[in-house]
């Protein structure tokens, strides 16, 4: 498996399962709907095989909201609810920190509200108090006078919690979307889609989705009036609430959750609320996005949503109060609106700052400890690593290293082995995170989560047990194909398939998400044309073509030095089409998702690597290969090598000296310059450390005397191995 920078290259996996049998049947779907055979294939793959399943698809037309009392307990709920609206009791919704959980949190609120609620709310600080019901905020609620709790997005594991509520005189509904255990908790009704047995049918509800089945459900009862009356009236009010919420938690677009993403970015665009209207102008005020996307954006998508709106809400949970997002949402002050958006982009800076800190201590920890032959499992601990920022970073980990990733972080001010550290964890396909938690719960406080992302609690002295538990079960789960990062695309494309009606006709598949991606494609043999490094180094531009056509390729987050490219180079690229506009002009432009030399480069260079071995082992070779170097080549080297360190960039790659070199009115190729490198190291000529795999940090060496380079065996073996004419 190839490798760039030390690091193995992702697979990459084609959904495209069209034959040369079935392009008939894509080309009647083009034919009869009037759409380009790209677009017809993607929808071919994604098993909308006929002109008429096509056209319900991209129409909603087989999409339904199902019945809510599917859900058990939803009479239960009801009951319990009315019961406390007509006693004026005081009602408390208990939210999780996440953008699902302040969505959700809002809708429910609201809707209490209208329906004569003395409602208020109350979201955990993922700080002080982490993940899930506490016993100290039911204490806390209790002395406030609530005697009712409705849980959203949380909830359905606190068992011990809600059973101690019960000696206070608070009875608990708990509506959640995360994995149950086999116990359900002691509460007056518990709205869960992925109960034990449950007949509803789409399980696939985010946390704000529970919510908007029951007020559907509470609304029919309350109301009298038909489902469809019922829902239409909550779409009005709520559907843009529940879409983000459904987004940001990267659920199936699918079935019901189509339907409400669908209504709720229409609203978004049409008709949105006082703070997000406010937080859209914020984000666009700052001159740009977030790296991903155009700072003018004109039209309201899942993608701007999930890259742009998400991470800012957020930032309040995680950098300083998820109060911040939810007061956006439910202020109707324009003045507050704004104040509150601004706040929320200066913690996102923050949380970006904090990440970046994380990211580069867990990197060096992980080089440094972590066991890649016997362990599939990361576990990391650190003293002080910001709690609302270790997610993100175990995400980045397990993207980088395709292996599940746990993040531990323990209170700096103690060191006993009682402390409690918060963690969080993602996983890869094949591996059930929830699963493996419950495997190894016995060195746990408390977990909680999904399939490939969850919370945990552990204590300091506990986590060397529970990281050979969880890596014990592992073993057992993944397999070793499991452990090589996928990335995944629709089909190839040739550059005169990529066009601007292309990128326009996409817009007909939103709302994307899970089970309905953002397209994305391979383009494979372009020659870079042009690199620069942009945002201080951080992001790549590139121009991509051929001899016809250029494309501009964003490499978000992909430092120059790490893509290791250079002009000339020959690459495949795998992308998201995008429309660019800037000062009135629309381009086409790829937002690049991975990237790496074409096979036939590849080849070149895999021969170029045998042949030094070769010749390194003893072989012989001829003056035309160009292998001896001269003295005027060392000293071309040495220049570079020199002028690069005094400029402060003490590591370079092979390649990166190949391709400086090119100017040189000699000629050094792949073997030469190993060569040289070999024997200015072994005459002390420059300090040369190979990092990782043809990675080299350089040193400079100061002498008094000229060097002899005849004093190289290397160099004289070399020349004895070389045939004469």
Avoid at 464 to 481: G, H, T, V
Avoid at 607 to 630: C, D, K, Q
Wanted: charged share 30%; net charge negative; aromatic share 6%.
């Amino acid at each position: 498996m190839h490798k760039k920078n030390g690091k193995t290259l992702k697979k990459w996996v084609l959904r495209d399962r069209v034959t040369e049998r079935e392009l008939p049947l894509v080309r009647a779907i083009s034919e009869e709907l009037g759409i380009g055979m790209v677009v017809s294939r993607l929808l071919y793959n994604r098993g909308y095989q006929t002109p008429e399943r096509a056209a319900s698809f991209l129409r909603l037309e087989t999409e339904i909201l199902c019945d809510p009392f599917l859900l058990d307990d939803a009479e239960k709920a009801i009951e319990r609810v009315r019961l406390a609206i007509e006693r004026g009791e005081k009602i408390t919704v208990y939210g999780d920190y996440d953008v699902d959980g302040v969505t959700a949190v809002c809708t429910l609120l609201l809707y209490l509200r209208s329906q004569g609620a003395k409602a208020d709310y109350y979201i955990p600080n993922r700080s002080g108090e982490g993940y899930g019901v506490s016993c100290a905020a039911i204490d806390a609620l209790h002395r406030a006078g609530t005697s009712l709790i409705v849980t959203v997005d949380t909830g359905v594991t606190a068992t011990e919690e809600i059973a101690y509520a019960k000696t206070l005189g608070i009875d608990f509904v708990v509506t959640d979307h995360h994995e149950c255990l086999p116990t359900l908790p002691p509460a007056v009704a518990v709205l869960n889609p992925h109960r034990p047995g449950s007949r509803y049918p789409f399980c696939e509800l985010a946390g704000v989705g529970v919510v908007f089945k029951f007020i559907l459900a509470y609304e029919e009862t309350v109301s009298g009036d038909s489902r469809a009356a019922c829902a239409r009236r909550i779409c009005e009010k709520y559907a843009d609430l529940i879409a983000i919420g459904t987004i940001a938690d990267v659920m199936p677009i699918r079935e019901e959750n189509r339907l409400i993403v669908k209504e709720g970015l229409r609203r978004l665009d049409t008709s949105p609320r006082i703070g997000f209207s406010a937080l859209c102008e914020s984000v666009r005020s700052s001159g740009k996005g977030d790296g991903k996307k155009p700072a003018k954006q004109t039209k309201i998508t899942s993608g701007f949503i999930g890259y742009t709106i998400a991470p800012r809400l957020n930032a309040a949970g995680r950098i300083r109060s998820a109060s911040l997002a939810a007061e956006l949402f439910l202020t109707e002050e324009p003045a507050r609106a704004e104040a509150l958006a601004e706040e929320l982009c200066e913690a996102n800076r923050e949380r970006q700052a904090e990440e970046n800190k994380i990211m580069a201590e867990a990197y060096e920890k992980i080089e440094r400890e972590h066991d890649f032959e016997d362990d599939p499992v990361i576990v990391l601990a650190a003293d002080g690593w910001h709690h609302g920022v270790i997610g993100i970073v175990a995400s980045r980990i397990t993207d980088r290293y395709g292996l599940p990733c746990i993040l531990v972080s323990f209170d700096e001010a103690e060191k006993a082995d009682s402390d409690v550290g918060k963690g969080s964890g993602r996983s890869v396909k094949g591996l059930n995170l929830v699963d493996a938690l419950v495997y190894a719960s016995d060195t746990l406080v408390k977990f909680g989560g999904h399939e490939l992302a969850a919370g945990l609690s552990v204590t300091r002295g506990n986590l060397p047990l529970f990281r050979e538990k969880i890596n014990e079960y592992a073993r057992e789960k993944l397999r070793e194909e499991d452990r090589i990062p996928t990335m995944e695309a629709d089909c190839e494309l040739s550059l005169s398939d990529l066009s601007m009606s292309l990128c326009e006709e996409l817009g007909i598949l939103e709302p994307y998400g899970v089970e309905n991606p953002v397209p994305t494609f391979v383009l494979r043999s372009l020659t870079v044309l042009e690199c620069a490094s942009i945002s201080g180094g951080k992001h790549t531009r590139l121009l991509l073509g051929d001899e016809h056509t250029a494309f501009t390729a964003m490499c978000f987050s992909m430092p120059l030095s790490e893509l290791d490219l250079f002009v000339g180079d020959r690459v495949d690229v795998m992308f998201n089409p995008d429309i660019n506009e800037w000062c009135g002009r629309r381009s086409v432009q790829l937002i690049v998702r991975d990237i790496r030399l074409s096979d036939g480069d590849v080849r070149l260079f895999d021969e170029a690597r045998e042949r030094y071995e070769e010749i390194r082992m003893g072989g012989a070779f001829t003056e035309e290969e160009n292998v001896l170097p001269s003295r005027e080549d060392f000293a071309a080297v040495y220049t570079l090598v020199r002028r690069t360190v005094r400029a402060g960039g003490e590591v370079l790659t092979h390649r990166a000296l190949l391709s400086q070199l090119s100017g040189y009115t000699g000629s050094i190729g792949y073997v030469k310059l190993k060569f040289i490198i070999r024997i200015l190291q072994e005459l002390n000529l420059l300090g040369i450390e190979e990092v990782s795999e043809e990675v080299y940090r350089f040193r400079l060496q100061y002498s008094q005397t000229k060097t002899d380079l005849e004093k190289s065996n290397l160099l004289r073996r070399l020349r004895s191995q070389m045939k004469q004419a």
